[in-house]
């Protein structure tokens, strides 16, 4: 190898180094491409489409959301993404009605949730630590058991 070709490898070297870092920085690829005279070309690829995953909600086809969630949320703007709750006291009182029109309907969802809002109230008055919960079976165990059951259980645990 002649000297000359020796310095045009290593100012190629160089050259590489650098856009390699440049495009790991970036989050890109790097693209290489030899010209007639069989000089290489190096140069950044295409950044990723979608950095950030889909928004996921389910449409009205029954398929998953393609479009990008809104900053700071996890879905776009067609599923909730740029709602920021009801802040009136009408607004949030009709958000309760509603989660309480949905446990009518699933009775099984309240019935869980009474039992696990009871062990939090029980763990609170024991001066227990609040988490982490034992497993269901447990506390369904612990809802129907006797007052006096209750109290040794809760000192065990």
């Known amino acids: 190898m002649t000297n000359e070709e020796i310095r045009r490898l290593l100012k190629f070297q160089e050259k590489t180094k650098a856009a390699f870092a440049k495009a790991h920085a970036e989050g890109r690829t790097l693209e290489t ?3 007639s005279k069989g000089k290489a070309h190096i140069r950044l690829g295409k950044q990723p489409k979608r950095t950030k995953p889909a928004c996921g909600a389910l449409c009205r086809t029954g398929e998953p959301c393609k479009a990008k969630p809104v900053e700071g949320s996890k879905r776009c703007r067609m ?4 709602s920021t709750g009801a802040k009136t006291p009408e607004g949030r009182a009709a958000i309760a009605e509603s989660n ?3 446990a009518k309907h699933n009775p099984e969802h309240l019935r869980i949730g009474q039992i696990v809002c009871e062990e939090i109230h029980r763990r609170q008055l024991a001066g227990l630590p609040l988490l982490p919960l034992p497993p269901l079976e447990e506390l369904e165990a612990l809802h129907t058991a006797a007052p006096a059951e209750l109290k040794s259980q809760l000192n065990k645990s």
């Open 33 to 35: 491409s030899y010209d």
């Open 79 to 82: 599923h909730g993404g740029l």
């Open 100 to 102: 309480r029109r949905r």
